[in-house]
Nanobody, 116 residues
């Protein structure tokens, strides 16, 4: 069965870093584009970063460009989100998503809270 399991979230002070991981199983990970999304309380879910199936191309939301880095290890069936210089407005539940249309899978999310 398909599983996407995020980890690495938590409480962190502004300016610090966190690395999120998303471990995939139950599908052919290397053939799926991967992305990270986030949803803050009272707001719609938004796209944070994407990476192609082979990892050759990435894209970022303007609000995180230069601070966040998405990467993947197809040998480990895992996608990462390195988050640096975190801000209070980065507080949200972070979700990973696997896409190989028409198939789309979501993880259950991990909470990131940026606060002093």
């Amino acid at each position: 069965q398909v599983q996407l399991v995020e980890s690495g979230g938590g409480l962190v002070q502004p300016g610090k870093s966190l690395r999120l991981s998303c471990a995939a199983s139950g599908f052919t990970f290397r053939t799926y584009a991967m992305s990270w999304h986030r949803q803050a309380p009272g707001k719609e879910r938004e796209l944070v970063a994407t990476i192609t199936s082979a990892g050759g191309s990435t894209n970022y939301a303007g609000s995180v460009k230069g601070r966040f880095t998405i990467s993947r290890d197809n040998a480990k069936n895992t996608v990462y989100l390195q988050m640096n210089s975190l801000k209070p407005e980065d507080t949200a539940v972070y979700y990973c998503k696997a896409s190989n249309l028409p198939r789309v899978y979501w993880g259950q999310g991990t909470q990131v809270t940026v606060s002093s």
